[in-house]
């Protein structure tokens, strides 16, 4: 049965941290949506990427609690 997730983009500390982007995914597994996190953290790394800065992306559940983060420290 799909979950709704939701993966938020973090900016940098120096750059005032904070979320920048929310995104409600609908999927059948916590994998699928880690999946997705990672392709999202990925493209806003690129160079040619636009807005403001990613240093961490995250997921949360439906209850809001974080199951799965990844951050470029890692």
Do not use: C, N
């Not at 940098?12 to 979320?19: H, L, S």
């Not at 493209?43 to 807005?51: E, I, K, M, N, S």
């Amino acid at each position: 049965m799909p979950e709704i997730y939701r993966i938020e983009t973090i900016a940098p500390e120096e750059d005032g941290g904070g979320v920048v982007r929310r995104t409600f995914v609908r999927v059948d597994s916590l994998e699928a949506a880690m999946e997705r996190a990672k392709r999202v953290f990925t493209r806003a790394r690129v160079p040619q990427a636009t807005g403001p800065k990613v240093e961490a992306v995250r997921v949360l559940d439906g209850a809001g609690y974080e199951v799965f983060s990844l951050s470029s420290r890692d």
